[in-house]
């Protein structure tokens, strides 16, 4: 019989035979040895079962299920959570790339004592197009009380950068399959009721940001979707909701009548760059020791903006987008 492995990473797949593999290769690369990849084939027509096959037979690792028909993003990856068995659950696109440390750090992370209660880790994300260069970065909230607050305005977390405890599925359930998108983000704050959120100030995914992302074709849907979990967080979650929440909430609404460029331009070009001083702030109260800081796999404090953890320089305090 196969040992449990610490940690599952979940990955749904439609038609993105010229992404999976990579993102396949990634999750081969890294220096934590000790997971499963459970391939979720959500119905694809192209060659992404092919690609997803021939790297099943490579590593044993890796486990594939393949649905007949293509179902809602929620419902696959619910299916995939039920068929996994680690002790963490751990996201990624089919159409994104971990960086060979980004296990090995949250795990570490997760594992030291007094963070129990962390339900949710995340990471930082570099920006890459379609051909992999990067074009930017994305920053998020680190400590718990600031991803609260970032549910009224941004989602606080990078999907594919997350590790979630099991115990959080057990206690809370599955992602809500009544949201065809946004779901991550009412799952969130579901979670936040009783567990702690937390991302780690490291650059440990690289986010793909192309014309057929959900994100870029769903714009509309992912506008309504977020705008419904915002009101199940004040109304069933006890979120409160203050009088800047209620007008980011407002804003957003409007966003439902902006074409989805210009939201892209603002959302990147000017909130991310305003929002990072909030990010930068928390990082350098965290190299104070006021944070318990996360620590690398080799035991030293998490890079700041000029250091390096690992392989993995940190980016500096230049933002690309900014350029």
């Known amino acids: 019989m196969k040992t449990q492995p610490l940690v599952s990473v979940v990955m749904i797949n439609y038609n993105r035979e010229r992404f999976v593999g990579a993102a396949i290769e990634s999750v081969g690369g890294q220096t934590a040895g000790d997971w499963e990849l459970i391939l979720v084939e959500n119905g694809s027509t192209d060659r992404s079962w092919e690609i997803a096959e021939r790297w099943m037979r490579e590593d044993s690792r890796m486990r594939v299920i393949r649905l007949p028909s293509r179902l809602p993003i929620p419902v696959a990856a619910n299916v995939g959570i039920k068929s996994a068995r680690g002790k963490y659950v751990a996201r990624l696109d089919s159409d994104d790339i971990c960086l060979p440390s980004r296990l090995a750090m949250q795990l570490d992370w997760m594992e030291q004592g007094g963070h129990e209660r962390v339900g949710v880790c995340g990471?930082?994300?570099?920006?890459i197009d379609a051909g992999g260069e990067v074009i930017g970065e994305k920053w998020f909230p680190i400590r718990h009380a600031e991803c609260v607050r970032a549910f009224w305005y941004r989602n606080p977390?990078?999907?594919?950068?997350?590790?979630?405890?099991?115990?959080?599925?057990?206690?809370?359930?599955l992602y809500d399959e009544s949201f065809a998108v946004g779901e991550d983000l009412e799952l969130w704050m579901r979670l936040a009721q009783r567990f702690e959120l937390y991302n780690l100030p490291t650059v440990l995914v690289r986010e793909r940001f192309w014309g057929q992302s959900v994100r870029m074709r769903q714009y509309r849907a992912m506008v309504d979707a977020t705008l419904r979990a915002r009101r199940l967080a004040a109304r069933r979650y006890g979120h409160r909701m203050g009088s800047l929440d209620r007008l980011a909430f407002g804003a957003t609404?409007?966003?439902?009548?902006?074409?989805p460029q210009w939201a892209r331009w603002f959302f990147y070009k000017i909130f991310l760059k305003l929002d990072r001083w909030t990010w930068a702030e928390g990082n350098s109260a965290s190299a104070k020791g006021q944070l318990n800081p996360p620590a690398c796999a080799g035991g030293s404090v998490v890079a700041t903006d000029e250091s390096v953890c690992g392989s993995h320089k940190k980016l500096g305090a230049q933002s690309l987008l900014s350029k």
Do not use: M
């Open 157 to 173: 977390f990078c999907q594919s950068a997350v590790l979630i405890r099991q115990q959080c599925f057990a206690e809370f359930g």
């Open 123 to 127: 990471a930082q994300c570099e920006l």
């Open 253 to 259: 609404w409007c966003a439902r009548w902006c074409p």
